[in-house]
């Protein structure tokens, strides 16, 4: 999302501009939902330490 007037969407085999208003309030409110759902500062570093630590102690192959 660069504003309220232009959202670009990339996939895997193409890349398209989004600036319809009631399309943009749908990613403006995916986002929304996104960032509340979001770990930040510190509990994100123990996230990433507990994940590491978890896949260290699985067997490899």
Known sequence: ???DKLVLVETYSAE???TQPRE???Y???FALLKQSAVYGTAV???ILTASQH???MPSD
């Open 24 to 26: 943009i309030e749908l």
């Open 45 to 47: 570093r123990d996230l």
């Open 16 to 18: 398209f501009s989004v």
């Open 28 to 30: 403006t409110k995916a």
């Open 1 to 3: 999302m660069f504003d």
């Open 55 to 57: 896949f260290d102690q």
